[in-house]
């Protein structure tokens, strides 16, 4: 399963979005992201296909930009040295 | 002081109202829609929260539901928005000035013209309206109900004749939100209400809320919390006519008072403030000197009536009805061309507009301080 965020046009949307997936089962954080549309907007964050949440926005008409993925996060650092 | 002002805006607030704008003040204090930190989301979706309550009562989209300073920004918006160079409108004989005064502004500046449909009984309101409609009609603008008159239009039916011949209609609902059913799907492209009035919430909110068919040019320009790096104003809702912070604890406290609207219902909200006006038509129609403008007061009406005592002039009569203990507005209410129609373009009128807060027992206590200063001042 692949993280991805779904830039959309403004919080207004994001928030109309999170709650019809909320409605269909489907988990989605808002975000802040400055690499969408325009520098700067609001997106979705989510495991499911983006092809599909856009699809299903799309019913309540809320306009999806492209998907990007979101990088794994890095591995913690190892503990520290031990003593011997 | 009893109120009775609530034309120009209803006093008091539900308590409940009051709780939201001092929970706004304390818990909401970041900008909505602005920042990705954990107060400005919650701001947001308490703004998102309201914004969707407001959809709800005019049957609208939530994107389409624009929080405004008031209803005048909102006609503004619409009416600027809509109407391009030498186009025309039509308007009623009984507009406020918030319908007036962009439309004369623009007649100077863009050569837009308009033209006053006299209003009578509906089948004849809506016949005049048809009649002024002409090739280049981009606009009729009607309000709800009238704000000095309180006669209530026939919206349906003058949307049906917009709809037939293509043209936006807009409605200005700050008398009637709240206390007449008024929604998108009556045929309306664009309703304008006050935040403040029949939806009990504070001073300095309002609503545009449009189906979206009609694209509106901006009045105003600026930041929206989205595409930051692009000039033009964003295309899309309602961030296009939201441009710089918004009212935010007004607009979710306005979220409040569509509760408390809901809560008690528009039906029975009317029915309380129609049962006032009745007692207080029959009680001042059986005072000689009182003037009424009606012949009756009854479902033709919204809950406002226009009087006046004797020939005193209507700030005078305000004015001791104040020292009284009772508030009305006693003038000209932004509304000459109402004030014509009524025959009181001279004098001006007081106006008698209720609450659901509003007691028989203050209607009563009204005609009495009514009565005296009729035997006072009148004989």
Redesign the interface.
């Known amino acids: 399963m692949r993280t991805v965020i779904i830039p959309l046009?403004?919080?207004?949307?994001a928030?109309?979005a999170a709650r019809y997936l909320s409605s269909r089962g489907i988990r989605a954080h808002?975000?802040?992201?400055s690499s969408g549309?325009?520098?700067?907007?609001?997106g979705i964050r989510t495991d499911e296909p983006p092809e599909m949440i856009c699809a299903m926005l799309a019913e309540i008409?809320v306009?999806c930009g492209r998907s990007m993925p979101v990088p794994p996060p890095p591995p913690p650092p190892p503990f520290g040295r031990r003593r011997r | 002081m009893i109120y009775f002002d609530n034309a120009a805006t209803t006093y008091p607030k539900p308590p409940s109202v009051i709780a939201a704008m001092s929970r706004a003040l304390v818990k909401y204090g970041a900008n909505?829609?602005r920042?990705?930190h954990a107060m400005?989301?919650e701001t947001?979706?308490a703004v998102?929260d309201a914004?969707e309550k407001c959809a709800d009562l005019f049957g609208a989209?939530?994107?389409n539901t624009v929080f405004m300073p008031n209803c005048t920004f909102a006609l503004n918006t619409a009416i600027k928005g809509v109407l391009t160079e030498n186009s025309h409108a039509v308007i009623s004989d009984i507009e406020h000035n918030a319908v007036l005064r962009p439309l004369y502004a623009l007649s100077k500046s863009s050569g837009i013209s308009y033209t006053q449909a006299v209003t009578g009984d509906d089948d004849s309101t809506v016949r005049e309206f048809e009649r002024c409609i002409n090739r280049r009609t981009k606009a009729v603008i009607c309000t709800l109900a009238g704000n000095v008159t309180g006669r209530i239009m026939p919206v349906k039916r003058i949307a049906e004749i917009c709809r037939r011949n293509g043209i936006c209609f807009i409605v200005d609902a700050a008398q009637g939100a709240g206390v007449l059913p008024i929604k998108l799907s009556d045929g309306i492209n664009i309703i304008c209400a006050a935040g403040h009035k029949g939806l009990y919430g504070p001073m300095g909110t309002g609503l545009l809320v449009t189906d979206g068919k009609y694209r509106l040019k901006t009045l105003i320009e600026g930041g929206?919390?989205?595409?930051?790096?692009?000039l033009a104003q964003?295309d899309?809702l309602?961030?296009r006519f939201e441009s710089g912070t918004i009212n935010t604890a007004g607009a979710i406290s306005l979220g409040a008072g569509v509760d408390f609207v809901n809560s008690k219902g528009i039906g029975t909200i009317r029915a309380h403030e129609n049962a006032l006006c009745r007692r207080f038509f029959d009680g001042v129609s059986k005072l000689p000197t009182v003037k009424l403008y009606s012949s009756d007061f009854d479902e033709r009406y919204a809950p406002v009536i226009p009087f006046n005592i004797g020939d005193l002039p209507a700030e005078k009569t305000s004015q001791l009805l104040s020292d009284a203990g009772f508030a009305l507005r006693g003038g000209f209410h932004c509304a000459f061309p109402a004030h014509k129609k009524i025959g009181t373009a001279d004098t001006g009128a007081v106006r008698f507009s209720p609450s659901v807060f509003n007691t028989m027992q203050e209607v009563n206590a009204l005609v009495r301080a009514v009565g005296r200063i009729s035997a006072r001042y009148c004989v």
């Open positions: 046009n403004s919080y207004t949307d928030r109309k808002i975000e802040k992201i549309r325009g520098g700067c907007t609001f008409m306009r | 909505p829609g920042a990705g400005s989301l947001a979706e998102y914004r989209q939530v994107e929206t919390g989205s595409l930051s790096k692009e964003p899309f309602p961030d």
